[in-house]
């Protein structure tokens, strides 16, 4: 098909002539193939994806979504990946009926196809409607992960979605072993993997469920490597997820057995040179105080950190520290130095 394209009218005129062609065309594969290609040239162009989305055309496409030529789902499929890359796009995909047979496409024989689609789920699961729209879709998404042997770039786009979703609403994951299958994923070759694997499993630690889980199946140890990871964004997820079990008494234990308050204090002392990078570091520096306010809150825990407080007094003296680091620090040397 690459080479041909359909004739394209002049303006205005384009996109809806194009559609109108595309209706006539029942049985002309081949027809059907040169409308998409032009209509995926023509999407580009802001102007042509406000006319798409604002005049009702979507809808015409859910027929395509079901054709029986793979390369005409494909580049339906790439048409609507390119219309999600947008706001607008995002918003009248939702709006549309196109959800469920895209969903569908999930299982599809045919590669790219299923690689398109859950590029679409995953710029929806950024939009907080759209998670609400895909939670239902998340045991279907683990049950995938688990099965499935995956190429890296799909394991990835699955990983976000669930994630995404899961900040919404962690149940329907946990009640689908999400944690054991997400668990399997934190020692994955690829920091993107280890990345959105570690992303996900935070949000799954909110839930006491989640947190409880963690702990039976232990997959603390794992997550403790993930702290010494090369990746920054790889190392923050993963103080989150300590920060979250260490709210519960087994989680505690077992976060000190592991000798986890040295590398969260590591972390709270590596150099750093200029303000972007403390900026960068944000995150992962107030988790970790937060993990070591919960792991204070144990008196092994507490007794291992006054030996550090010199640290913690520093993070609320530095005149150039951020104000919410300052304040976690301080929190953290309330409970650390509070006595009965």
């Known amino acids: 098909m690459a080479g041909y394209r359909s004739p394209v009218a002049y303006g205005r005129l384009a996109v809806p002539l194009l559609f109108s062609e595309l209706q006539q065309l029942n049985t002309d594969t081949d027809s059907r193939l040169r409308v998409l290609a032009s209509l995926l040239d023509l999407v580009h162009d802001p102007e042509r994806l406000y006319q798409i989305v604002t005049r009702g055309f979507l809808k015409q496409l859910q027929v395509l979504l079901k054709d029986e030529d793979p390369l005409v789902r494909r580049k339906t499929c790439e048409l609507l990946q390119v219309v999600s890359t947008h706001s607008l796009g995002r918003q009248g995909l939702l709006a549309s009926s196109l ?3 895209l969903c569908e496409l999930l299982d599809d024989s045919c590669a790219s196809c299923r690689r398109s689609v859950l590029r679409v789920l995953d710029l929806l699961a950024r939009l907080p409607a759209g998670r609400d729209d895909l939670l239902s879709l998340v045991p279907r998404l683990v049950l995938k992960l688990k099965e499935e042997e995956q190429q890296e770039e799909q394991e990835v786009l699955l990983l976000s979605i669930i994630g995404c979703c899961s900040r919404l609403d962690a149940l329907p994951a946990l009640r689908s072993q999400g944690v054991s299958v997400l668990g399997s994923r934190l020692t994955h070759r690829s920091h993107a993997v280890r990345r959105e694997a570690a992303a996900a499993m935070m949000a799954l630690s909110v839930p006491e469920d989640g947190k409880r889980q963690l702990c039976e199946q232990q997959l603390l140890p794992p997550v403790l490597i993930l702290l010494k990871d090369q990746d920054l964004q790889v190392k923050t997820n993963a103080a989150g997820i300590i920060m979250n079990t260490a709210i519960i008494t087994t989680g505690k234990q077992q976060c000190l057995s592991l000798d986890v308050v040295p590398v969260l204090l590591d972390l709270l002392t590596e150099e750093e ?8 570091r944000k995150a992962l520096v107030l988790y970790s105080l937060r993990a070591l306010t919960a792991l204070a809150e144990a ?4 007794h291992l950190l006054l030996q550090h407080l010199p640290l913690l007094v520093r993070r609320t003296q530095d005149t150039e520290e951020d104000p919410d680091v300052q304040e976690a620090a301080r929190t953290t040397i ?3 130095t509070w006595t009965p």
Do not use: D, H, N, Q
């Open 99 to 101: 959800l469920p047979p």
């Open 273 to 280: 040179e200029e303000e972007e990078e403390r900026r960068r």
């Open 299 to 302: 008196s092994a825990g507490r």
């Open 334 to 336: 309330r409970v650390i």
